[in-house]
């Protein structure tokens, strides 16, 4: 995608996921990556990140987060 390329969604639109996982699922856009096409939504796209201890003192943890997702995937309600 082209640079300064302008996205059909803005920050803080209400938008509906149209394919993927979270299909049907609604939430609010966050945060936009121009330069890819992605943008960030609210409660949507949770990933696991599997962290092991540094120490034999330290336990290891499970992170989640939201990934982005393809504008192209969204629709605006």
Known sequence: MPKGKNLHVKIGDNVKIISG????????????????GKILVKGINFKFKHIKPNTESDVGEIKQFEAPIHHSNVKLI
């Open 21 to 36: 996982f979270d299909k049907n699922k609604t939430g609010e856009v966050t945060k936009i990556y121009r330069n890819t």
